[in-house]
């Protein structure tokens, strides 16, 4: 635990070094407020809940969260700090854990930086914020998921370019599986139990649960089941990247 603490305080204090940070939460509090209170008609509903607010959530994650992980090994094997890093005393996993762990929290900050929505909601009417919670909850799941898959790619190239544009191809598809759309072709001629196989993998079905209020067991275990598989797959990837 004290190399995983020890990477995470590295990680976590190098974002805010840098403008960088400072940049994606603007743009971060910059674009909810806009989803929220323009294209989610916030006013306009006459409700006093945060969904348009969290509807939003897998869209802005789609981009900005592949944008945070895109540099956690690419600019390790670029700048050619992995190997000293791989030298420290700690094994792999702590070091791909502890990395995921500080841009996860960096994430966390961000979202927190969002509470002045939930004063104008209570302030504007009479809200159920345990739903509001959950949507947090699961806003927070998703983010780890996207930058999981994220994290892994990083490892793949020395591209930071190449990993964010992979890394929101392939998040594109986990969100994509849960559609009328994809779903349709589907049902057309596979099997029903490959259908639902296939919508159990959409961020959207397990998010859009948690933040009605429901937080069922199923969701927690599929966000935590996909966190943990692609750190899994992480960790053999910069471990084949070693041996070769």
């Known amino acids: 635990m004290n190399n995983i603490f020890a990477i995470f305080k590295r990680e976590f204090v190098g974002y805010f070094a ?3 940070a400072y940049v994606f939460i603007v743009i971060f509090l910059f674009l909810t407020g806009v989803f929220t209170f323009y294209l989610g008609s916030f006013f306009e509903r006459n409700q006093a809940d945060l969904q348009p607010f969290f509807n939003f959530h897998p869209w802005l994650y789609l981009f900005l969260i592949p944008a945070i992980a895109m540099r956690l090994w690419s600019e390790e094997r670029k700048s050619g700090t992995i190997e000293l890093l791989m030298t420290l005393p700690l094994s792999t996993a702590q070091a791909v854990i502890g990395k995921y762990l500080a841009a996860w929290a960096f994430s966390a900050v961000a979202l927190a930086l969002t509470f002045p929505m939930v004063l104008t909601v209570n302030y504007l009417g009479d809200p159920d914020n345990t739903v509001i ?28 370019v190449i990993a964010f544009v992979v890394s929101v191809v392939i998040c594109f598809l986990f969100l994509l599986s849960g559609f009328p759309l994809v779903l349709d072709f589907f049902k057309g001629w596979a099997p029903q139990a490959i259908v639902d196989v296939i919508a159990s993998f959409s961020f959207f079905t397990h998010f859009d649960s948690i933040k009605k209020g429901v937080i069922d067991a199923r969701d927690m275990i599929f966000f935590t089941t996909l966190i943990a598989f692609w750190l899994y797959a992480n960790v053999v990837t910069i471990e084949a990247k070693k041996a070769s």
């Open 18 to 20: 840098t403008p960088v």
């Open 133 to 160: 919670v959950a949507g947090y909850i699961g806003s927070l799941l998703m983010a780890g998921g996207f930058l999981a898959i994220g994290s892994c790619i990083s490892a793949l190239t020395k591209s930071q």
